[in-house]
């Protein structure tokens, strides 16, 4: 199993370009995450998706939209980059039952926005 | 308002002493949650503890977690420099988790 796998592992963006990040997963979780991370200020969520064609805002969601079309998959859109959006990008995932929510985390995107 | 609050920030201690780690908050969590994060690379869950008081033992990391549910320790024993990364306590919020601001541990041989 390959667990949580993210495309791409960097990207360079000029101001205004807009792109998407993939995240793909193979353990048949139902609720998937998208995450920020910045020097000095942790994991901030930005959407997240508790099952397939579903959708919800996180912490901080605005610049960003998400879908998830298949269970397996959950995409991160960039419509129009900041450079405020500089950051790195982790994807996780996570089964329900146990009530835990334990995240399984990709390798991460760096994006850098110039 | 961060609901999971981690001390110290910063830590770096000599190859062999012992530590330990806070997580705190003023809120009931139904379990607590511990990760590492090794630099470039993303969280890696160590452990999950569930029961009021409860302590978990992984190698030479115990992690307890309180009888009120509502703070964790993570101590270790013998620090290598191999515990070096970004330590990160976490709970549970409906279909979220919420991520303290993380311990940065740097063990120097």
């Known amino acids: 199993n390959a667990g949580v796998t993210q495309t791409p592992k960097f990207r360079v963006l000029k101001t205004g370009q807009s792109m998407t990040l993939l995240c793909a997963q193979d353990m048949n979780h139902e609720y998937m995450y998208w995450y920020r991370q910045d020097p000095g200020m942790g994991l901030r969520l930005i959407h997240y998706s508790v099952g397939e064609g579903t959708t919800a805002k996180g912490e901080v969601p605005d610049g960003y939209n998400v879908s998830r079309l298949k269970k397996q998959n959950f995409l991160l859109g960039l419509e129009s980059a900041a450079p405020s959006q500089t950051s790195v990008y982790f994807c996780?995932?996570?089964?329900?039952?146990?009530?835990?929510?334990?995240?399984?985390f990709g390798p991460g995107t760096r994006l850098t926005v110039t | 308002t961060q609901l999971l609050e981690q001390s110290p920030q910063f830590l770096s201690i000599q190859e062999g002493e012992n530590l330990t780690v806070y997580c705190n908050s003023s809120?009931?969590?139904?379990?607590l949650q511990w990760y590492r994060q090794e630099p470039g690379e993303g969280p890696v869950l160590l452990v999950t503890v569930v029961t009021g008081g409860e302590v978990k033992k992984l190698k030479r990391l115990t992690f307890q977690f309180g009888d009120a549910r509502k703070d964790s320790s993570l101590h270790i024993t013998a620090a290598q420099p191999g515990d070096t990364g970004l330590y990160l306590c976490?709970?549970?919020?409906?279909?979220?988790?919420?991520f303290g601001s993380g311990t940065r541990l740097s063990i120097r041989p």
């Open positions: 996780a995932s996570s089964a329900t039952g146990t009530g835990s929510y334990e995240q399984y």
């Open positions: 809120s009931v969590f139904s379990s």
């Open positions: 976490a709970g549970p919020r409906s279909a979220k988790i919420i």
